[in-house]
């Protein structure tokens, strides 16, 4: 189930960063990622009230884990300037690459308090293959 989730999650990124991508076209960077953020607040408002949740922070979060808000923002600014630049697949697969570096290294170290899962050197054969690829990308752009 998981496993389906998580492609269903990579459709909806395609999907998102070529929407994003393409707002920039009809207002600006700054205007678009502000539009976009706006209406992810409304969108979530509405769950939250639809769920009648109520919005309380009480336990003692770290105040680290607030930086995704800040990370997210650069992250729709640089998706929107890379996507009209060198396109929709180009944009996702390099991005990928870079979640997939930074994981490893996340997994492995058990950063932010997540569990250990070592790295293990037959992924090395992975990351070439994906790296190739990626490379056949950019010269055949």
């Known amino acids: 189930m998981y ?11 395609a999907i998102m960063v070529t929407f994003n991508g393409l707002l920039v076209n009809y207002t600006n960077q700054y205007r ?9 607040l409304i969108a979530i408002t ?3 009230i ?8 009480t336990k003692n979060i770290p105040i680290y884990l607030f930086s995704g ?10 998706n929107n300037l890379c996507f009209n630049s060198l396109g ?6 390099l991005g990928i ?22 790295f293990k050197k037959k992924k090395i054969i992975g990351f070439f293959i994906i790296f190739s690829g990626l ?5 055949l752009k």
Do not use: P, W
């Not at 639809?50 to 922070?57: C, G, S």
């Not at 490379?135 to 010269?139: K, N, Q, R």
């Open 88 to 93: 929709a697949s180009l944009t996702l697969s």
């Open 32 to 40: 678009s990622i502000l539009i976009i953020h706006i209406v992810g």
């Open 46 to 48: 509405i769950i939250l």
């Open 3 to 13: 496993k389906i989730s998580a492609v269903f999650i990579g459709i909806l990124i």
């Open 69 to 78: 808000g800040l990370i997210g923002v650069l992250m729709v600014f640089l």
């Open 50 to 57: 639809l769920r009648k949740e109520k919005f309380n922070l």
């Open 135 to 139: 490379v056949t990308m950019i010269y």
């Open 97 to 118: 690459f870079g979640q997939l570096v930074l994981a490893c290294f996340i997994d492995h170290y058990g950063l932010f308090g997540l569990n250990v899962y070592k």
